[in-house]
């Protein structure tokens, strides 16, 4: 997989930036630290869960099949070698998958 470009990066950090550090920090705590155990059991619509099993920011392991278990109408794709940022870095693939998805 080919690096992102410069432009893509500084876009990144310029989305980093426009944020507290605070909130930052704040909002990383409430997603690993809560669990959303009995939220997924509670959802009964169609879900396409969509991970990249080489996510650094989320571990695919400790997210993707454990939520894709939980959901009743869950369809899990998995994206080898794919990184968090997937929908940018990838969007081609991913835009394609959430069409054909939803259109199904």
Request: charged share 20%.
């Amino acid at each position: 997989m080919p690096a992102p470009s410069h432009e893509r990066c500084q876009n990144w950090w310029r989305q980093g930036m426009m944020g507290d550090a605070k909130a930052h920090y704040d909002g990383i705590v409430a997603f690993s630290q809560t669990d959303f155990t009995e939220d997924l059991k509670k959802i009964s619509v169609q879900v396409l869960v969509m991970h990249g099993d080489d996510d650094q920011i989320v571990p695919y392991a400790d997210s993707a099949p454990r939520s894709a278990k939980l959901l009743k109408n869950a369809t899990l794709q998995t994206y080898p070698g794919f990184p968090h940022g997937m929908p940018t870095t990838q969007a081609e693939t991913i835009n394609a998958d959430l069409l054909a998805f939803l259109s199904a």
